[in-house]
């Protein structure tokens, strides 16, 4: 009996702790005593670990909105004057250095973008707005996003006529991963070739499938282009800072999804989106 008591005690203590309505109040020399009194000390010091990490959160939020801000005006600035002394400079050479600052000036601000983005997804300080979509309708968007490239390159975008599947998804993040696959199999497919996006569904997950005829790469390098900066040696002179898939995976692990990629040297990739289906309630 002494020991169901005690039990008693100690699931009521675990209890109150799990609901955050934990209070010491036996305060004599007993053991029950003593396991109250630590177990407050105990909650009491997670409490103060989960205030600090949100500190650090909000202040590591405040620094990457100034960072994000300042350098803002300053590259505008930049890329500004760098456009308007490219159409008044008659010397080719100048023009040359004129065009080249450009080129770097965009390349900045890409970076700086990214930076921000990855920053906010791998801290956790932004928060997917879920919401129930049309895989249909992703498609569609990073289709009309890559087209003007895909044509400059002349590369044909073919759109599969697979049924549609709906997953519950932050639409603006996931178009964003989505597209940076595409970008990718734009950059490094030759002129000429197909580009293949279509959608499946299978029994526990759905999602958006982008194939390229593009340069490839070995089986053993496909973990490495999802890690942050990772350019193959293959792609070094081709435009890019090497984040586009990082940010990729990051989006879609995010939202509970996951990318898998196939691929062969000089026969292109695939690289699979992948989202749990709906659950029916």
């Known amino acids: 009996m002494f020991w169901r008591k005690e039990y008693d005690c100690l699931n009521k203590m675990l209890d109150d702790a799990i609901a955050g309505d934990f209070r010491e109040d036996n305060f004599d020399e007993t053991q029950l005593s003593k396991v109250q009194s630590k ?102 968007d990073v289709v009309n996003q890559g087209k003007t490239k895909a044509h400059n390159k002349n590369i044909s975008i073919v759109v599969g006529d697979e049924p549609s599947a709906s997953v519950r998804i932050d639409k603006k993040w996931v178009t964003e991963a989505v597209y940076n696959i595409l970008d990718n ?14 959608i499946f569904s299978y029994e526990m997950f759905s999602g958006i499938r982008i194939a390229d005829q593009g340069i490839g790469m070995d089986e ?41 990629a196939r691929s062969a040297v000089n026969k292109g990739s695939t690289f699979d989106v992948c989202f749990p289906n709906l659950t029916e309630k």
Do not use: C, W
């Open 185 to 198: 199999a734009i950059k490094y497919s030759d002129e000429g070739t197909t580009i293949t996006i279509s």
């Open 39 to 140: 177990l407050m000390r105990y909650l009491t010091g997670a409490t103060m670990s989960e205030k600090k990490l949100d500190e650090e959160k909000n202040r590591l939020k405040e620094l990457i909105t100034n960072i994000s801000h300042q350098t803002k005006t300053p590259l505008t600035n930049i890329l500004m004057y760098s456009q308007l002394l490219e159409e008044q400079v008659k010397d080719e050479r100048l023009k040359e250095y004129t065009e080249e600052i450009l080129v770097q000036g965009r390349k900045l601000e890409t970076l700086i973008q990214a930076l921000v983005k990855m920053s906010r997804l791998e801290t956790g300080i932004f928060q997917f707005d879920k919401e129930v979509h049309s895989l249909t309708d992703i498609v569609s």
């Open 220 to 260: 053993e390098e496909i973990p490495r282009v999802f890690g942050r900066f990772y350019r193959g040696q293959a792609v070094h002179d081709k435009e890019g800072i090497g984040v586009g898939l990082f940010l990729a995976r990051e989006i879609v692990e995010g939202q509970g999804g996951y990318i898998k």
